[in-house]
């Protein structure tokens, strides 16, 4: 079960990935930024978020597994919160429009949902093995899993590294991936 898992996330990252390079191609100063903490305190976000639902997933496809683990879903957004209170407090009032705007704002949680569409298809391929009982909650986060890995990889080209801009704009793509996941779920996780 942790190999087909692995092998489906894995391989619908590195789809990801690609798609990535080829639709809007790396950050211009990704090398510069990779000193940066606050790239590396988003990625530490996305990576968190991605392991702990990919974590819940790997359960939740077991017949008879208990929902009660749901509760560790927003444990990364938790931890992550106090960084963009941080922020906020120690930024002019003026300021804070920018930290949550960044750059690339309006492009940020359609283009993570897009490339989240290769991770959730590997997600599926390695659903379809397994037997879930609680259909609609494994299709949720598996949603949850494929965006937030979708995130990570997006950090390649993201302009804006605001924990602000992240946990606005990547925990909306979240929701919506965790909304179209219990959705498409209910429908084709049966078995």
Known sequence: MARRLAAGVVTGAAISALLLIVVVGARPNLGQVLNSASFWSKVAFTLTTAAVSVFVAARLGRPGARISLLWILPVPFLIYLPVGIWELAHTDASQWMPLLLGHGWKQCTWLVLFLSL???????????????????????????????????????????????????????AFALASLAGAIFGRRTLHW
């Open 118 to 172: 290769p991770v959730y298809g590997g997600l599926w391929w390695s659903f379809r093995r397994f037997a879930p009982t609680h259909i609609e909650a494994a299709g949720a986060v598996a949603g949850l899993s494929a965006s937030a890995v979708a995130a990570l990889v997006y950090c390649i080209h993201c302009p804006t590294d605001t924990a602000v801009f992240a946990l606005v704009w990547y925990t909306l």
